[in-house]
């Protein structure tokens, strides 16, 4: 058979427990973590693992398994793990495992789909009279491409995050000049709407709004420990006009730039924001 099982099953640990397997085993071993905690051997060290964690194994790596006591926020010092498990073997198998490189631990989403497919397996296994061998090497070949989709997932997942990271230090050095979004989103690749969507997701606030932070914090600075006055601050911070950014300042911190800047210099503790509203306009 080109994919067949040796083991599959589902556990749910509530004692202390623990499990070995000798490199050189005769199958493929797959563990999905879905509840609870347990420390298992990844890459030569223990590792935490907990829900949505999935352990890939070949037959020549070693295997060991703990389950023990962890403080849960709710019901204190406990022992509780829940997985499924399985153990295959086969030439198809064999071709799957040999396509990529493999990841000991990866973390998934552990959705229905893939859930399924691992449940229905463990039913045939099951089956009154025994489970059908060419049914279950098409079901375990599902699983073993929908763990690929899964990996691919992880990727394009931090293939984003390292886009976002890219995003999020080029605002951080343009900020305070002429910064256009579509200089951005050039800058990474993308559509001006593709990257404002990535960073918002990524980030939670959007384009703008981080880079009005940035700005702000510059300004600032500069309002405490220069000696430029504000309207060179509101333009070489890159807020185009002091009127423009005496509004942006005034709403995050209840006072004018003014009353920040004589405040920071004399020492003078603020009272409330209704208190300090009485100049200063632009």
Known sequence: MEAGLLMCGFSH?????????EPNRSGYLFRLQTEGR???????AMREITGGDLLL?????????????????QRGRVISSSDYYLSCYGGWIDKWWKRRKRPQLIRIDPED????????LILERRAIGGD?????????????????????????QQGRLFIASRMKAYIEEHATSSMRVEDLANHVQLSVSRASHLFKEYVGKSIIEYALEIRLSVAEERIKYSSMTLE????????GSYSYFFRIFRRKHGISPAEFRRSFTSGI???????????DNP
């Open 232 to 239: 060179q601050i509101a333009e070489t911070c890159g807020f």
């Open 132 to 156: 059908q061998p060419e049914l279950t090497d098409y079901m375990l070949r599902s699983l073993c491409l929908s763990i690929d989709r899964k990996i691919d997932e992880q990727s394009s």
């Open 13 to 21: 640990h509530t004692q202390l427990f623990s499990h070995m397997y």
């Open 113 to 120: 789909r893939l859930l399924s497919l691992w449940r229905n």
């Open 57 to 73: 194994y070949a037959p020549e790596d070693p295997y060991q398994l703990t389950i023990s006591p962890f403080d849960h926020p």
């Open 38 to 44: 347990a420390t298992a051997l990844v890459n030569g």
């Open 269 to 279: 503790s603020l009272t409330t924001p209704e208190e300090q509203m009485g100049s």
